[in-house]
């Protein structure tokens, strides 16, 4: 499942939902959603993008996730520091390497994730939140594609990151498990999510397929339908 703070900000197409094609995206005006303007609306300068409502760290992540995904890799710390309009200093003092950054995209994925299923988790839409956000943004994937192929080469660094996602994944699957009743469902609905992730990337399901899975998964989902 992928960032939880992408989605928010985009405008779907109702037609298109109806229709099982990946919704239309339309550019929205500014707001004050807890994903912040750089997802809202498209400023005429560079330093409008990076500015606005954010600490230093904040900033330089999020030049980071949108560099990374346009140009399909992790940048380098000389074009963060460009892009974000920061010092060298201001950016090694939060990322001393680019390591350091990976594992800070790598965990802020974890973090939306997780912010997203204690939403769910409110209004009793858990499982339906897992497989939802498990089918991948063409972002999502280019980003998450992007942060894999960086961790490969970073040895025990990596294995640290792999050991919080697989926490984070067992925490996940706990919430699934309280929500539908049944552990052996929740870990049926989890690994589902996982397929439909991996699926994003080679051949990406329509949003009315997803739909016709959570109805097929999840207990009591035909019956809550209109």
């Keep these: 499942p992928g960032l939880a703070c992408h989605r928010p900000a985009q405008h ?4 298109a939902r109806r229709s099982g094609s990946r919704p239309r995206t339309t550019t929205a005006t500014p707001t004050s959603s807890p994903c912040g303007p750089l997802h809202a609306y498209r400023p005429t ?3 409008q993008w990076y500015g606005v409502g954010m600490d230093l ?3 330089i992540l999020t030049v980071a996730r949108r560099e990374t995904i346009e140009r399909g890799s ?10 974000a309009e ?7 003092h939060h990322f001393p390497t680019r390591g350091a950054l990976v594992a800070a995209l790598a965990d802020s994925a974890i973090t939306e994730l997780d912010d997203a299923m204690r939403r769910a988790a409110a209004n009793r839409t858990v499982a339906r939140t897992w497989l939802t956000l498990a089918a991948l943004s063409p972002d999502e994937v280019a980003l998450f594609r992007a942060i894999a192929l960086a961790l490969a080469g970073m040895g025990a660094a990596a294995s640290a990151i792999a050991r919080r996602n697989s926490a984070a994944t067992a925490r996940w699957e706990a919430m699934i498990a309280q929500e539908v009743g049944d552990a ?4 049926i609905i989890r690994l589902v999510g996982d397929g439909l992730s991996v699926n994003s990337i080679i051949d990406p399901m329509s949003l009315n397929d ?3 899975l959570i109805v097929a998964l999840i207990p009591g989902e035909q019956e809550s339908r209109p």
Excluded: F, T
């Design 12 to 15: 779907e197409n109702s037609n």
């Design 86 to 92: 920061v010092s060298k200093g201001g950016l090694i």
């Design 45 to 47: 300068s560079r330093s």
């Design 210 to 212: 997803v739909d016709e």
């Design 74 to 83: 992790i940048p380098s710390l000389n074009v963060v520091v460009e892009l």
């Design 184 to 187: 052996m469902q929740a870990r």
């Design 57 to 59: 760290r904040d900033r």
